[in-house]
């Protein structure tokens, strides 16, 4: 008798704790959708890099982010040109560990990569940078390009240097 | 015979708890499968909303009013956005988010709020039609923090949390824009049923 009253008791708690569940489940709070498609996703990206100046983000002596504003201070940038140009000048310059870090930095800092999606970043097909797992399995990738052209001052010697055409393809993908 | 019941209450304790455990575990399998097929199960209603991210913002960027047409290139005018935040819901609703759904629901209401890259919430505004003047179209969407406030209630107040919606449909769009020197996600909570 005392092990059916124990088997009952049990019973009770797990039908209390199951209907709890259920009524979390169904309940009236809603989670929003987020619909950020793929397209959106790669749209949105490919429009902050090609709309936004650099010096947008900076006033006199510094900057809102912090690895342009250390590009900027050492001379290694200019800042008067779009994202996309300042990726394709530090390529230019092989500064391909900072052009990284640059990317890494404003994708992370202001969340422009929603966690579902990969991106790679190629300059003239070498990539420059990668985020993702499933570049290779995903079943859909879009892709934006862009062709740059652009110069910089050289500041000892005052003259123009002009860099590219370079073709910047950004790839984004469905990691799940 | 006192054994044999023994036995007998034994094994009938046994094939009870099996069949106890038996039934639990199925309405966990159910509720785990239930639960999986969450998003995917209700994306086949037909009343669905289903709102394209790039025509609402492109709508928010061609509108004709300049005074309030605030979005221009992934960048806001900040003298515009204030403007667009102290104008009537109603009269943004008709200029912007009017005609955006084959079907507009019975009840509909847009919250768009801009976030910042510390993802505190700095600005937000309701958008919505007075379809029915007995319904309070504010209170769909709020934000769970001071005492939830209906969004737009305090247009410059910082928030920490998303707003949430009790309604039946909510989507949430997204798009990164230049604000004050710096990059911003301006967001459009969408709120309706």
């Given amino acids: 008798m005392k092990k059916a009253q124990f088997f009952i008791i049990d019973a009770i708690f797990s039908i209390i704790i199951l209907i709890m569940g259920y009524l ?3 309940s009236n709070f809603k989670i929003e959708n987020q619909q950020i498609n793929i397209e959106s996703q790669a749209e949105n990206i490919y429009k902050i ?3 936004i100046k650099a010096q947008d983000l900076c006033f006199d002596n510094y900057c809102n982010n912090k690895k342009l504003e250390e590009l900027y201070l050492n001379n290694e940038i200019n800042l008067n040109q779009t994202l996309l140009d300042v990726f394709a000048e530090l390529y230019y310059k092989n500064k391909k560990d900072k052009l990284f870090d640059l990317i890494e930095n404003i994708t992370l800092s202001y969340d422009l990569i929603d966690e579902r999606y990969g991106i790679k970043i190629f300059i003239n097909k070498e990539e420059v940078f990668s985020k993702g797992k499933n570049f290779l399995k995903a079943k859909e990738k879009i892709t934006r390009q862009a062709i740059i052209f652009s110069f910089y001052e050289n500041k000892e010697t005052g003259s123009f240097i002009k860099y590219g055409p370079y073709i910047i393809e950004i790839i984004i993908w469905n990691e799940i | 015979m006192n054994k044999k019941k023994a036995k007998l209450n034994k094994k009938l304790q046994l094939i009870s708890m099996d069949f106890i455990m038996t039934f639990v575990i199925y309405l966990l399998s159910i509720s785990i499968f239930f639960l999986g097929l969450k998003n995917l199960a209700f994306s086949e209603n ?13 709508k928010i960027s061609q509108t004709y009013n300049e005074d309030i047409g605030f979005l221009k290139n992934s960048i806001i005018n900040s003298e515009s956005f204030d403007n667009f935040l102290n104008t009537d819901p109603q009269v943004l609703y008709d200029m912007i988010f009017n005609d955006l759904l084959i079907k507009t629901p019975a009840k509909i209401v847009y919250c768009v709020y801009l976030e910042n890259k510390n ?3 700095i600005k937000n505004k309701a958008i919505y039609s007075n379809f029915n003047p007995n319904i309070d179209y504010k209170s769909f969407i709020y934000f769970s923090e001071n005492d939830n406030k209906p969004c737009g209630e305090n247009p410059n107040y910082i928030y ?3 707003p949430k919606c009790n309604l039946n449909e909510a989507i949430l769009l997204k798009k990164p824009v230049l604000y004050n020197k710096d990059i911003h996600n301006l967001y459009v909570f969408v709120c309706a049923e």
Avoid: V
């Avoid at chain 2, 669905?48 to 025509?55: P, Q, R």
């Fill in chain 1, 24 to 26: 979390m489940l169904f």
């Fill in chain 2, 119 to 121: 993802k505190l919430i």
């Fill in chain 2, 160 to 162: 920490r949390n998303k």
């Fill in chain 2, 46 to 58: 037909s009343n669905k909303i289903d709102i394209n991210s790039e025509l609402l913002f492109n």
């Fill in chain 1, 49 to 51: 890099f090609s709309e």
